[in-house]
């Protein structure tokens, strides 16, 4: 039974949760520069003047970004819980990130694109502290990423071709938080809830002259808001930056996650639109979970040969297994993936402008076994699959950015992509004359992607930018062989997309007005696009097969923007900051059919509304604080319904949810301060879902698709208690 909902104010001891500043020389485990994580105890500066991460400059203000780039500072990161990442991502225009248990399962969508599976993340390219979550065949994990341990989340919305090779989506780089240089901190974090939540964090940070340390341990563990959906994650992580001389930098970054989360099943509609608190039978029957360990460790050299050359070399390595009993079966994976990534950057003064370059290659491989079993009332099966897949990814980059007169500049890169799988049938021997061998040697031809933008600045606080930039997914190895049925998927296409985007950036009126926004069509071709198979007796979704479904045209619009209404260290209400983000999602198929038969069964979609996208997003917020320590934080978002079927006969509905924490902070004697908050989501108590599951077959039974969210509003409260101590220099 789900517990009763309570508000918990316990005393215990946390942090500020990392309050952390760049370095002198800022790098991480993959070249990746620039952790500019901002101080949650000062204003914060407008989104437009954040620094991005850039591997050519050490930080560009996002001004001079000729891309859509969404940010997400140490303190955005925890205006709620600070637990759950969908909670701040999801404030961002153009991104969904959606979780299909209490903090597993996740989808994330950049501009329409990842919603070609209802598993993981696809599609898109994924680093933590530069070292790859996307693995070499194309699937992100982000079931291991420990949210509290973020200080800045950095999401590239469209192609990033010229930097980082395929991915059609964007790019999503999560940085682990930095210790404040000449302090050495200890702290105590307890966080708990309603239904059961409990979150525990215990943390050292060390930021000296020559080297910064942060090491963090937690502990999580909820009920769930549903039967059988209790999860519990152990994590802990450790990061350092090393600095022996003026000239060179390494970074390292070790990880590991232990984490187990219960399955309840999927809803169908009249069960979700009734707040019914039940689970599929099945998923009971066979105890459904997803237990996962992973572990992460990467290394970094940065080394500046002369005041225009550096280079910026990295070698990572990172490993799970996953055990998953579900409705139908049981999969048991074990992978490894190791790679490395080098890069030269470049800077010029032709004729007084600035030329400012990057020359690089990355190169992953990711080997797996793959295990699946038959499953029914938690007795073990005959084995169904048993397959080891060896993938290769590697691509080569370079961008070139010039400064033009009159203030334009241009930039212009492109990428070469090699992609290869080995895949190995296991099951093909003298024991089983009649299986189908789904051995084979995949090789794609190398792919060139390039991109080409100009950007205009009007002073320095106001710009305007256009770009093309073409990206490139192929298919996964989970996308051509379907272990549950045991069959081969045959003749999938990878997916091709070009980008049109045009855009301006801002900073006005005393810095206090600032702005985002972006007019964009990305064009899509050999869409691949998933096919739920469901039970024709019950209707629970038995697993999903991919398709190449055709091309769709994403056209939409998006704007961030904030005002800061108060901004004054000295006055009593030092800050009043409200913010606003708008995404318009026209998302069309062109050319989609049901199939590639093209016989008198094949339908065609096209003109049909893209699944899984809703047209209109609304997020509207407010940041408020006293100079005495007082501060609350409010955030409201509104999703539109969204087509779940291609023949937009099924939608799920509209739904908004808003949230708010108030806290205090102040500092104690003797190095101590506390930081105390109390909050709520969904306060409002509406209904809505957390993910859908998309395409399921509405011919027979109704289908078991929705995951749900509470539908009451959730409590929680948390208290911080950090000591820090100055460094002395000699």
Same mark, same amino acid.
């Given at each position: ?14 942090? $500020? ?62 205006? +709620? ?71 800045? #989340? ?16 964007? #790019? ?74 003026? !000239? ?54 940065? %080394? ?6 550096? &280079? ?9 297994? $996953? ?39 990355? #190169? ?6 793959? *295990? ?46 090699? $992609? ?26 190398? $792919? ?88 024709? =007796? ?31 260290? +000295? ?14 999602? +026209? ?7 049901? =199939?590639?038969?093209?016989?008198? *069964? ?28 007082? %501060? ?6 509104? #999703? ?32 101590? !301060? ?7 989501? &969904? ?42 101590? *100055?460094?002395?220099?000699?």
């Amino acid at each position: 039974m789900i517990r009763p909902l309570f508000v918990c104010f316990t005393l215990s001891a946390s942090s $500020v949760l990392a309050q952390s500043e760049p370095s002198s020389t800022p790098s991480d485990a993959a070249g990746e520069s620039g952790h500019a994580v901002e101080s949650s105890e000062e204003p914060k500066r407008p989104a437009t003047e954040t620094i991005v991460s850039d591997t050519r400059t050490g930080g560009l203000p996002l001004l001079e970004e000729a891309q859509s780039v969404g940010v997400l500072t140490t303190e955005e990161l925890r205006r +709620n819980t600070g637990v759950f990442l969908e909670e701040s991502l999801n404030l961002l225009p153009g991104v969904r990130y959606e979780n299909r248990t209490v903090s597993g399962g996740q989808r994330i969508t950049i501009r329409g694109y990842g919603n070609s599976t209802n598993f993981n993340a696809s599609g898109i390219r994924a680093y933590l502290d530069g070292i790859p979550l996307t693995d070499a065949e194309g699937v992100t994990i982000f079931d291991d990423l420990d949210v509290p341990t973020l200080g800045r #989340v950095e999401v590239i919305r469209g192609p990033a071709s010229s930097l980082y090779g395929m991915g059609i989506g964007g #790019v999503a780089r999560f940085f682990t938080a930095r210790p404040r240089a000449g302090m050495l901190q200890v702290s105590q974090r307890l966080l708990a809830g309603s239904y059961g939540l409990l979150r525990s964090d215990t943390r050292v940070e060390q930021g000296g002259e020559n080297a910064s340390l942060f090491l963090n341990y937690g502990h999580q563990e909820s009920d769930g808001y549903r039967v059988h959906s209790n999860d519990r994650k152990d994590t802990i992580l450790f990061s350092g930056e090393f600095r022996p001389s003026a !000239r060179q930098s390494v970074t390292v970054l070790a990880a590991y996650t232990r984490s187990y989360e219960n399955l309840s099943g999927q809803l169908t509609e009249e069960q979700f639109l009734n707040e019914e608190d039940v689970a599929e039978p099945a998923y009971l029957a066979n105890d459904a979970h997803v237990g996962l360990n992973s572990v992460r460790f990467g290394i970094s050299h940065r %080394y500046d040969f002369l005041p225009w050359l550096s &280079n910026t070399t990295s070698g990572f390595t990172t490993g799970y297994q $996953v055990d998953q009993p579900f409705a139908a079966g049981r999969t048991d994976n074990l992978a490894m993936n190791f790679g490395g990534r080098t890069e030269f950057d470049l800077k010029f003064q032709p004729l007084g402008h600035t030329l400012t370059g990057a020359v690089g290659a990355e #190169v992953q491989q990711t080997s797996s076994f793959k *295990k699946s079993y038959g499953l029914t009332n938690g007795v073990l099966g005959g084995i169904r699959g048993d397959l080891q897949v060896s993938a290769l990814q590697a691509n080569t980059f370079t961008e070139w950015a010039l400064d033009l007169p009159l203030e334009f500049a241009l930039t212009a890169g492109g990428s070469v992509n090699f $992609v290869r799988y080995h895949i190995r049938d296991r099951l093909t021997n003298s024991a089983n004359p009649t299986h189908l061998d789904q051995s084979g040697l995949k090789t794609f031809d190398p $792919v060139f992607t390039p991109r080409l933008a100009l950007m205009k600045a009007f002073a320095e606080n106001m710009s305007v930018y256009a770009q093309v930039s073409e990206g490139y997914t192929p298919p996964t190895s989970g996308q051509v062989v379907i272990p549950q049925a045991g069959t081969v998927n045959l003749d999938l296409s990878p997916e091709r997309g070009t980008l049109y985007e045009v855009g301006t950036k801002g900073i006005v009126l005393a810095s206090r007005l600032s702005w985002e926004a972006a007019l964009f069509n990305l064009r899509v071709s050999n869409k691949l696009t998933p096919q739920a198979v469901t039970d024709p =007796d019950t209707g629970s979704t038995l697993y999903t097969i991919t398709t190449n479904g055709g091309a769709q045209n994403n056209l939409g619009f998006e704007l961030a923007t904030r005002y800061a209404v108060i901004a004054d260290a +000295n006055a009593e209400l030092s800050r009043v900051e409200p913010f606003a983000s708008y995404t318009f999602s +026209n998302f069309r198929y062109s050319g989609f059919k049901s =199939d590639n038969n093209n016989n008198d *069964k094949t339908v065609d979609y096209t003109g049909h509304r893209v699944v899984g996208i809703a047209r209109n997003v609304v997020a509207l917020g407010a940041d408020i604080m006293s100079r005495r320590g007082a %501060y609350l934080n409010g955030t409201w978002q509104y #999703v539109d319904r969204v087509p779940l079927t291609y023949d937009n006969a099924h939608f799920a509905p509209a739904f908004n949810v808003l949230n708010a924490k108030v806290g205090y902070r102040h500092d104690l004697p003797a190095g101590f !301060r506390i930081d105390a908050a109390a909050g709520a989501d &969904n306060l409002l108590g509406n209904r809505y879902y957390t993910m859908v599951f998309l395409n399921a077959n509405y011919a027979g039974p109704p289908p078991n698709v929705y995951l749900n969210g509470p539908s009451k509003p959730v409590f929680y409260g948390n208290v911080t208690l950090s000591y820090s101590l *100055k460094e002395s220099r000699q």
